[in-house]
Each structure stands twice: as structure tokens, then as C-alpha cells.
């Protein structure tokens, strides 16, 4: 009877270790892809080597994650959660520009937290505490993910109604939603100015909530990190209720005896 448990147990265990090194070596592949994926944009960043092998290089890897990234949308049980939790996926395959590549350092992160890489190391701590309630209790992760997706759903359209480049309509985007403005491309028609003032009102309100957060935060952290000055006569105060303390107790304690000596003495 004990040996087919056993057997099943020992099976159970085995497919377990299975799965954990086919989740090792998944998360090993893709953190090599990330880190290929920054170095490939500071390549075509400071124009170093072939500009062509790298742009084919950097359209290789787009499709290699964008088709992670739905794979695992597909299999995901709550794809609500999925797509909120990992923004900066979907961000990372935004085909408008190399550097949206940066954001898979996301993954890294999260893969990092998922191995207890810090708590092995030693690292973990209070900063680590704080970065996570930074990102998500304050809800920094989902201003961003939306201020992101109203810069670049407007670049899109600019680039669309406008006749821009992709990246001449991000740069647009960018410089219109954080109220620089330099006046290098703007809209000519009717629809691209409506684009615009959509941009002024969406991208402006929400990276100004963006900004908020983040002082908030600071400001919190400042203020709690800060200790109250230390009252002189706290000490003193908290002395002379301890004496007080102990003489109710010996007054409570004389009375007792007081009490004892009289009924002895009713007694006799």
C-alpha cells in the first residue's frame, strides 16, 4: 500500500523539478534576449557598427517578444491582471521606436523577484520594500502605463493624419505632452490639431497625477524618516508617575494591615 504512494510522491516530485528547470531555463533565455535587446539600442543610439544588421537585429527580437507576450496573454487565467501588472511588457513591444526595447528590462525584475535573488544574496531589505510599494500601492505603474498609451496612441494617429515619421511624431508626442513645445512639427490640419488638443488635455492631466505621485511619495517617505524632537521633560514626567505608581500601591497596602489590626482587635 506504502509503495504506490511512494511511487506517486517520487513521480510528483520529479515532474516538479521538471517544470522548474524548464522555468529556469526559459527565464535564463529570455534575460539573455533583454540584455541583447539594451545593447542593441545603444548600438543604433551612438550609430556603432552596421546600422542595417542592428535595425534587422532589433525587428528580430520585437517579433520574438511580442509573440512571448500574447502566448502568455492567451494562457494567462485573469488577463485583466495580465495586462495591468505587466505594462511595461506591452511597452517593450511598441514597434514605434528602439528605445520602448528598454522597458523589458521590466521582466528582469520581476524574474529577480521571482528567484528571490535578493533575499539569497543578502540584498533584500527596506529599499526593496519600498520600490514595490512605490510601483504599485501608489499606483505609479498604472499612471505611467496610461500617460505611455496616450503618447503613444497620439504619435500614431499624428504620424498617420500628418504624414510624419513614427519617431518625428513620438518626438511630437513627447515634447506636447510635457509642455516644452518646441515648435519643430506641429499639426497643419483640422484633424491633426484635434490629435493635439486630445494629447494637451489626456497626456498633460495624467503626467501631471504622474508627477503628484511622485512627490507624494518622496514626501511621505521624508516625513516618516524624520523623528519627533525628543521632549526634556517627557523623562521626568514618566518618573514621577512611576513614583506615584509605587506609592498607591504601599498606601493600598498599609490600609490592608491597618484593616487586619482592627478586626484582630474587635476579636480580643
Do not use: C
Amino acid at each position: 500500500m506504502l509503495l504506490p504512494v511512494y511511487k506517486i510522491g517520487v513521480s510528483m516530485m520529479e515532474t516538479e523539478q521538471r517544470q522548474q528547470r524548464r522555468i529556469i531555463f526559459y527565464h535564463l533565455l529570455v534575460t539573455i534576449l533583454t540584455l541583447w535587446s539594451v545593447v542593441n539600442v545603444i548600438l543604433l543610439a551612438f550609430n556603432i557598427g552596421d546600422w542595417h544588421l542592428e535595425t534587422r537585429i532589433s525587428n528580430g527580437l520585437l517579433v520574438v517578444f511580442a509573440v512571448d507576450y500574447f502566448v502568455r496573454l492567451a494562457r494567462s487565467p485573469n488577463r485583466k491582471t495580465f495586462l495591468i501588472h505587466l505594462a511595461f511588457d506591452l511597452m517593450g513591444i511598441i514597434p514605434m521606436h528602439p528605445v520602448f526595447a528598454l522597458f523589458r528590462l521590466g521582466r528582469l525584475a520581476r524574474m529577480v523577484q521571482y528567484h528571490h535573488l535578493f533575499w539569497k544574496l543578502g540584498w533584500d531589505g527596506k529599499w526593496t520594500h519600498d520600490f514595490h510599494r512605490f510601483i504599485y500601492s501608489t499606483g505609479f505603474i498604472y499612471l505611467f502605463s496610461i500617460s505611455i498609451a496616450i503618447i503613444v496612441l497620439s504619435a500614431l494617429l499624428f504620424s498617420v493624419f500628418e504624414h510624419q515619421s513614427l519617431s518625428d511624431s513620438l518626438w511630437w508626442a513627447i515634447t506636447t505632452a510635457t509642455t516644452v513645445g518646441y515648435g519643430d512639427d506641429t499639426p497643419h490640419i483640422a484633424v491633426g490639431k484635434v490629435i493635439a488638443v486630445g494629447l494637451m488635455f489626456g497626456g498633460i492631466g495624467f503626467i501631471g497625477l504622474l508627477t503628484s505621485t511622485i512627490t507624494d511619495f518622496f514626501t511621505q517617505q521624508a516625513s516618516q524618516n524624520v523623528e519627533p524632537e525628543a521632549d526634556p521633560n517627557e523623562d521626568e514626567l514618566r518618573q514621577l508617575l512611576v513614583k506615584i505608581d509605587t506609592l498607591t500601591q504601599k498606601v493600598d497596602h498599609l490600609q490592608k494591615q491597618v484593616k487586619r489590626i482592627e478586626k484582630a482587635d474587635r476579636r480580643k
